[in-house]
């Protein structure tokens, strides 16, 4: 069965502190792998595709890496206004278009 | 339009009652799908449409469920005789195409908030 499963469920950082996201996923063959940005009261807003081991992108202060078995997103000297919850997907080749979603990281920055 | 809408952004109904809910996606986006994100859970697929037909209705979670599209563009999600365990928020999003050449990210609407009491 396709999972997705996302650490640590928070995450408080002081403005400045970087750090990392982690998701571990299991997928029987890998579509691609998505992480969005969700803030409360809000739809989740696409930050990064990745398709293949080895992928890395980069946005401002976010930078999204992938291995055969994770991905990392690694949030360098955050702000305030990077906290949010941060959610990871994978597509596989099983489930066809539908996304699998982790439960998400929350992440607060105080400045 | 800028990015996919739906509507209502809040719905409060009545155990029993039918809703239906809206999603316009982003202009020229063949692909169409619906979420639900409940509380404490992560966001769960419904179903997805291609066009105006939804090879993938494997996510809804009961036979009050059914969704629609017409004319490639709008569609609605509509529950019959509500329970409270359909409230949730209930997202939709819309890409491009299938296949990597085209783009398959989906981009989300601000959902619409959905209370049965």
């Known amino acids: 069965e396709d999972q997705v499963t996302q650490s640590p469920e928070a995450l408080r950082l002081q403005e400045g502190e970087s750090s990392s996201l982690n998701c571990s996923y299991t997928v029987s063959g890998l579509r691609g792998l998505f992480w969005y940005r969700q803030d409360p009261g809000k739809g989740p807003e696409f930050l990064f595709t990745?398709?293949?081991a080895g992928e890395e992108k980069e946005k401002e202060r976010l930078k999204a890496t992938l291995t055969k078995k994770e991905s990392f997103l690694h949030i360098t000297a955050p702000k305030p206004e990077d906290s949010a919850t941060y959610l990871c997907?994978?597509?596989?080749?099983?489930?066809?278009?539908?996304?699998?979603f982790g439960k998400g990281t929350t992440l607060s920055v105080s400045s | 339009g800028a990015g996919v809408s739906q509507s209502p952004s809040n719905k409060v109904t009545e155990k029993g009652k039918d809703v239906e809910l809206r999603c316009d996606p982003i202009s020229g986006h063949t692909a169409l799908y619906w979420y639900r994100q409940s509380l404490g859970q992560g966001l769960e697929f419904l179903i997805y449409f291609q066009g105006n037909s939804a090879p993938d209705k494997s996510g809804l979670p009961s036979d009050r469920f059914s969704a629609e599209r017409t004319g490639g563009s709008v569609s609605t999600l509509t529950i019959q005789r509500t329970q409270q365990e359909d409230s949730a928020v209930y997202l939709c999003?819309?890409?491009?195409?299938?296949?990597?050449?085209?783009?398959?990210?989906?981009?989300f609407g601000p959902g619409t908030r959905l209370t049965v009491t």
């Open positions: 990745l398709y293949s």
């Open positions: 999003a819309s890409s491009r195409g299938f296949d990597r050449a085209s783009s398959y990210e989906q981009y």
């Open positions: 997907a994978v597509q596989s080749n099983q489930a066809g278009t539908a996304l699998i």
